[in-house]
């Protein structure tokens, strides 16, 4: 295993891993800026064989790895000779079409990972109309850097670390200079927040919360209504949810929200003791 | 065979891919439509896109795609 010092070295990872693909597999789809700051960070690790390359990176205190494999065998043999996954906490996401026939999680079930969480992803049509200047915007405004530390622990309190990729402090003051993170606040206390990432004619909602003690009080509507009116020019909204969180979906669904077929399956392995909702 | 346009089309149905001159900044492709973008032109033209090629800037717009695929051997 070694560090990544640049992107070419990703890029040849995957080109030698797709000379030889029979049967391609993969859950590494990189965002280049994204990856380009976690390089520039030392966070990316990598492991290649001849027909597999896995890519880890530190998350909290555990790793998420990313793959591309020539064919799901391939893919197995590399996961049995990698070290880590014997070792560490290690998080895979698979992300597919909901119909799509499953190949790949037998796989990973067989090196000894445990189904974690399924999350969904809704997608709601725009209506491409101009943004409106002047919104009633009720008490949600943009955050400040100041408050990107209390953001950071309201979404890692409310968020589940192993499924939900709670953002590291230098995300959040990247989208808070984007301006990025609506919050409404009671008194001085945040009381809830939406955060979004937005590229071109489409945006994408990464944390939606209402702090416990402030629940009930409207907040929620008051962000995803600012949200909404304030980026009327998109033509495609979109965000993960967990897919048994009925309460969360529900309110998406209220504001148009609806699964357009992609899942994401959260797999950790045995040296992650820990269960949603604990 | 599909065209080019027509792949993308049923990736991003909601999307005119004829208007824009740059589909990753107009948010009309995000990561994961790149790569299922990826396999799907390597079925339908029978040719591997290299690793090295999986980049933003071959996929901007129609004209870089087709770019692409002439530089992979597909026939277009």
Redesign the interface.
Known sequence: MRKVGSMDEVYAALQAVKNKASAYCTNFFPVPNKLLARIEAGQLLLDASPDAVVFLNPDCDFWRIHFCAANPAALRRKFESLATIKTDPVVIEIIQPENQTDDLLPVIKAIGFRPYARLCRLARAGSAQPAEKSVDAGQAVYAAAADAREIHELIDDSFDRYAEQIPQKADIEIALKNRQILIVKNNQTIAGLLYFETTGASSAIRYWLVSQKFRSLSYGSVLMRNYLATHSAIRRFTLWVMADNEGALQKYRHYGYTNDGLIDQVLVNENVNHEIGN | MKSVIEILKEI?P??DFSTSE?F?????L???D??TLV?TLDKNYRI?????D???ENFRNLKTITELLVKSGAQV
């Open positions: 991003r909601e999307f740059d990753i900044v107009d948010g009309m995000d990561s994961f790149v790569v396999a591997s896109i290299a690793g090295t999986i980049v933003p």
